[in-house]
Protein backbone atom coordinates (compact mmCIF):
# COMPACT_ATOMS: atom_id res chain seq x y z
CA UNK A 1 0.00 0.00 0.00
CA UNK A 2 1.24 3.28 -1.04
CA UNK A 3 1.65 5.86 2.07
CA UNK A 4 2.82 9.49 1.75
CA UNK A 5 3.52 11.66 4.96
CA UNK A 6 4.37 14.86 4.65
CA UNK A 7 6.24 17.04 7.53
CA UNK A 8 8.00 20.44 8.09
CA UNK A 9 5.40 23.14 7.44
CA UNK A 10 5.39 25.92 10.07
CA UNK A 11 5.37 30.00 10.70
CA UNK A 12 7.95 32.07 9.14
CA UNK A 13 9.13 35.55 7.86
CA UNK A 14 8.92 36.47 4.82
CA UNK A 15 12.75 36.03 2.99
CA UNK A 16 13.07 33.26 5.18
CA UNK A 17 13.22 29.56 4.64
CA UNK A 18 11.49 26.20 5.71
CA UNK A 19 12.12 22.38 4.21
CA UNK A 20 9.21 20.34 3.70
CA UNK A 21 9.69 16.25 3.91
CA UNK A 22 7.96 13.54 2.43
CA UNK A 23 8.27 10.22 3.71
CA UNK A 24 6.71 7.62 1.19
CA UNK A 25 6.67 3.83 1.34
CA UNK A 26 4.73 0.54 -0.51
CA UNK A 27 6.34 0.85 -3.97
CA UNK A 28 9.66 1.18 -5.94
CA UNK A 29 11.10 3.92 -5.41
CA UNK A 30 12.91 4.02 -8.58
CA UNK A 31 9.78 3.66 -10.55
CA UNK A 32 7.92 6.76 -9.19
CA UNK A 33 7.58 10.66 -9.74
CA UNK A 34 6.96 12.78 -6.80
CA UNK A 35 5.52 15.83 -6.45
CA UNK A 36 4.63 18.78 -4.44
CA UNK A 37 1.41 20.74 -4.77
CA UNK A 38 -0.64 23.79 -2.42
CA UNK A 39 -3.41 25.07 -2.13
CA UNK A 40 -4.41 28.85 -0.79
CA UNK A 41 -8.16 29.13 0.76
CA UNK A 42 -10.02 29.99 -1.96
CA UNK A 43 -7.64 29.20 -4.75
CA UNK A 44 -7.43 25.94 -6.80
CA UNK A 45 -4.53 23.45 -6.12
CA UNK A 46 -1.61 24.06 -7.78
CA UNK A 47 1.41 22.26 -8.83
CA UNK A 48 5.07 23.60 -7.46
CA UNK A 49 7.36 20.60 -8.13
CA UNK A 50 8.40 17.30 -9.22
CA UNK A 51 11.29 14.81 -8.85
CA UNK A 52 12.13 11.93 -11.32
CA UNK A 53 13.47 9.32 -8.86
CA UNK A 54 15.03 6.96 -11.76
CA UNK A 55 16.73 10.21 -13.07
CA UNK A 56 16.79 12.59 -10.23
CA UNK A 57 15.49 14.72 -13.22
CA UNK A 58 13.34 17.89 -11.85
CA UNK A 59 10.87 20.68 -11.97
CA UNK A 60 9.47 23.28 -10.56
CA UNK A 61 6.55 26.19 -11.32
CA UNK A 62 8.07 29.48 -12.68
CA UNK A 63 6.36 30.88 -9.51
CA UNK A 64 9.10 29.16 -7.08
CA UNK A 65 11.94 28.57 -9.52
CA UNK A 66 15.13 29.57 -8.06
CA UNK A 67 13.59 29.79 -4.73
CA UNK A 68 12.41 26.11 -4.15
CA UNK A 69 14.43 23.28 -4.30
CA UNK A 70 13.57 19.59 -4.60
CA UNK A 71 15.56 16.84 -4.02
CA UNK A 72 14.97 13.04 -3.03
CA UNK A 73 16.92 10.48 -0.27
CA UNK A 74 16.21 7.08 -1.91
CA UNK A 75 17.83 5.61 1.34
CA UNK A 76 15.30 7.29 3.26
CA UNK A 77 12.41 6.91 0.85
CA UNK A 78 12.12 10.77 1.41
CA UNK A 79 11.71 13.87 -1.00
CA UNK A 80 12.48 17.19 0.41
CA UNK A 81 10.90 20.68 -0.60
CA UNK A 82 13.48 23.21 0.33
CA UNK A 83 11.96 26.80 0.14
CA UNK A 84 13.96 29.70 0.34
CA UNK A 85 13.23 33.27 0.07
CA UNK A 86 9.81 32.69 1.15
CA UNK A 87 6.88 35.06 0.19
CA UNK A 88 3.59 35.93 1.75
CA UNK A 89 2.27 34.34 -1.67
CA UNK A 90 4.13 30.60 -0.79
CA UNK A 91 1.28 30.55 2.05
CA UNK A 92 -0.69 28.00 1.77
CA UNK A 93 -1.36 23.96 2.57
CA UNK A 94 1.37 21.71 1.09
CA UNK A 95 0.59 18.26 -0.19
CA UNK A 96 3.16 15.49 -1.53
CA UNK A 97 2.03 13.32 -4.42
CA UNK A 98 3.66 10.42 -5.75
CA UNK A 99 2.45 8.29 -9.39
CA UNK A 100 4.12 5.40 -11.23
CA UNK A 101 5.99 7.63 -13.64
CA UNK A 102 9.58 6.67 -14.91
CA UNK A 103 9.70 9.31 -17.51
CA UNK A 104 9.07 12.09 -17.71
CA UNK A 105 8.89 15.27 -20.15
CA UNK A 106 7.74 17.99 -19.08
CA UNK A 107 6.05 19.85 -15.83
CA UNK A 108 2.61 19.79 -17.06
CA UNK A 109 2.82 16.21 -18.42
CA UNK A 110 4.20 15.11 -14.87
CA UNK A 111 1.91 17.64 -12.67
CA UNK A 112 -0.77 16.62 -14.94
CA UNK A 113 -0.66 12.39 -13.97
CA UNK A 114 0.18 13.88 -10.22
CA UNK A 115 -2.77 15.62 -9.98
CA UNK A 116 -4.85 12.88 -10.74
CA UNK A 117 -3.03 10.04 -8.40
CA UNK A 118 -4.82 8.48 -5.73
CA UNK A 119 -1.81 8.81 -3.41
CA UNK A 120 -1.61 11.84 -1.76
CA UNK A 121 0.15 12.75 1.79
CA UNK A 122 -1.64 14.91 4.47
CA UNK A 123 -1.18 18.63 4.11
CA UNK A 124 1.06 20.67 5.58
CA UNK A 125 0.77 24.12 6.49
CA UNK A 126 3.04 26.95 5.33
CA UNK A 127 2.23 30.46 6.62
CA UNK A 128 4.32 33.53 5.32
CA UNK A 129 4.40 36.32 7.51
CA UNK A 130 5.09 39.83 5.73
Known amino acids: EVQLQASGGGLVQAGGSLRLSCAAS????????IGWFRQAPGKRREGVSCIVNRDGTTYYADSVKGRFTISSDSAKNTVYLQMNSLKPEDTALYYC???????????????????????WGQGTQVTVSS
Open 26 to 33: GFTWEDYT
Open 97 to 119: AAEKLPVVFTIDQAMGVLRGSDY
